[in-house]
């Protein structure tokens, strides 16, 4: 069964900094460009970072230009964000998923809460 399942998450206050993580099952991770994507709430989800399967490439929203970075380690089969300088408007629930996304891989998703 393919999952991606994504932890790391938590409150942290403005200025603060946390990894998140994206640990997938099956055979696909290797192969395929991956992204973080988040939904805040009442918006819609957006793309916040991608990678090529082989962690050359890489691609940031401008909002999370220069402080956000976005890695993987293919042989833990397991994406990563580290996020510092986090801001209030980066509060949202955070999700990884491959790069363009497929709605089999969508999981459950991590909180981030950036508030004093």
């Known amino acids: 069964q393919v999952r991606l399942v994504e932890s790391g998450g938590g409150l942290v206050q403005p200025g603060g900094s946390l990894r998140l993580s994206c640990a997938a099952s099956?055979?696909?991770?290797?192969?395929?460009?991956m992204a973080w994507y988040r939904q805040a709430p009442g918006k819609q989800r957006e793309l916040v970072a991608d990678?090529?399967?082989?962690?050359?490439?890489?691609n940031y929203a401008d909002s999370v230009k220069g402080r956000f970075t976005i890695s993987r380690d293919n042989a833990k089969n397991t994406a990563y964000l580290q996020m510092n300088s986090l801001k209030p408007e980066d509060t949202a629930v955070y999700y990884c998923?491959?790069?363009?996304?497929?709605?089999?891989?969508w999981g459950q998703g991590t909180q981030v809460t950036v508030s004093s």
């Open positions: 998923n491959t790069y363009p996304v497929d709605s089999v891989y």
């Open positions: 099956g055979g696909f991770f290797r192969v395929r460009r």
């Open positions: 990678i090529s399967s082989g962690g050359v490439t890489t």
